[in-house]
C-alpha cells in the first residue's frame, strides 16, 4: 500500500490510502455533489463511457422577486467571469461576463440607469466558481418588488451582501453545480431573478485514466470530525484538471499515482458528507519500476 499522510489534530485518516489491485475497467466518470456549505458529501462513480469529458446537467432555480419589468433571460454558459452590480438601497442593475470555450462573453446590463455605487465581482476562472446567490426582495418606491439585496458565493469568497436586507429572503443549494446563467425580470430595477445551474460530470475518453487527486479537509465546526471541503482531478489526457469542486479551505492533499498505475477506484468513509477518501490503484508495470528502482 501506498500511502498518503493525511492527519488531523495528531488524529490519522486511516482510510486515506491507495490500495495496489489488479486492474478491472476503470471507472469512467463520476459526479461530484455538495451540500449548501460546499463540504464535498456524494461521489457517484459511474461505468465506461464514450463522451465527452466534462458534460455538464442543466436545471433552473428561482425566480425570486415581482412582476414588474420585462422579462430577459442570458442563456447558458461554460461559467461565471465577471459581475457588475449597480446597488444602493435595492439592486438597480446587474451585467455578467460569461465564459465561452474560453473567452469572455459580456451579457446586456439588466435593470435601469441608476448610478449607485457600482460593485465589479472578478472569479478566477476558471479556478472560481460561482455556487451560490442569497438575497432579499420586496416592495420599494415604484410599489413593485424588486430585489433588495444580493450576496454572491463563489468556491472561494463570499462577496457582499450588495443593497439593503429587507423584505423576504431567498437563497438555494446548489448541490455540487454551478451557475452557469441568469434569468429574469428588469425595469427601473432588477425586478426579480432566478439561475441556470450545471452540474458537472466528469466523464473520461476511452484509453484515458485519472491519476491524480488532490484537495482539501477541514471539520465543520470547531474540534469536530473533519470532512473532505473540495476536490481537484487531472486525468491522464485532460490538459485542464477537472474542478476544484467545493471550497478550498482548511489542510490540503495531494496524491498523484506512481508512473504507470492508474486509479481504479475510491474508499473512504462518509455519513452526512464525504468524512475521508482513497484510491485503489493498479499494479505499476515491471519495466517502471525497474526504472525508479534504478533512479
Not at 74 to 81: A, H, L, M, P, T
Not at 262 to 287: D, E, M, W, Y
Request: hydrophobic share 35%.
Amino acid at each position: 500500500m501506498y500511502s498518503l499522510n493525511v492527519s488531523l489534530n495528531n488524529q490519522e485518516l486511516d482510510v486515506v490510502g491507495v490500495d495496489v489491485i489488479d486492474p478491472s475497467d476503470l471507472f469512467k466518470s463520476l459526479m461530484v455533489a455538495k451540500t449548501i456549505d460546499d463540504e464535498v458529501y456524494h461521489l457517484h462513480l459511474m461505468g465506461r463511457g464514450n463522451d465527452e469529458a466534462g458534460k455538464k446537467e442543466s436545471t433552473f432555480v428561482g425566480p425570486w422577486g415581482g412582476n414588474g419589468g420585462s422579462p430577459w433571460d442570458d442563456g447558458n454558459y461554460g461559467g461565471v467571469r465577471k459581475i457588475s452590480i449597480i446597488h444602493d438601497s435595492c439592486i438597480d442593475s446587474i451585467s455578467v461576463v460569461y465564459d465561452k470555450d474560453g473567452k469572455p462573453v459580456a451579457a446586456p446590463k439588466r435593470g435601469g440607469v441608476g448610478r449607485s455605487p457600482l460593485t465589479e465581482i472578478k472569479l478566477q476562472y476558471p479556478k472560481e466558481f460561482l455556487i451560490s446567490v442569497s438575497g432579499h426582495y420586496g416592495v420599494f418606491h415604484s410599489g413593485n418588488q424588486v430585489i433588495r439585496s444580493l450576496t454572491f458565493q463563489s468556491t472561494r469568497r463570499t462577496f457582499g451582501p450588495y443593497g439593503v436586507q429587507e423584505g423576504k429572503p431567498f437563497s438555494f443549494s446548489t448541490d455540487g453545480a454551478q451557475i452557469v446563467g441568469f434569468k429574469g425580470r428588469s425595469g427601473s430595477y432588477l425586478d426579480a431573478v432566478g439561475f441556470k445551474l450545471s452540474k458537472s460530470i466528469i466523464q473520461l475518453k476511452d484509453h484515458d485514466s485519472l491519476e491524480w487527486v488532490s484537495g482539501h479537509y477541514a471539520p465543520v465546526v470547531t474540534d469536530g470530525p473533519p470532512v473532505i471541503k473540495s476536490l481537484t482531478f487531472k486525468s491522464k489526457n485532460s490538459k485542464e484538471p477537472f474542478g476544484p469542486y467545493g471550497q478550498e479551505r482548511g489542510t490540503p492533499f495531494s496524491f498523484r499515482a506512481p508512473n504507470g498505475a492508474k486509479i481504479l477506484g475510491f474508499k473512504g468513509r462518509s455519513q452526512n458528507h464525504l468524512n475521508a477518501i482513497g484510491f485503489h490503484l493498479s499494479k505499476v508495470p515491471l519495466i517502471n519500476r525497474m526504472k525508479n528502482t534504478l533512479l
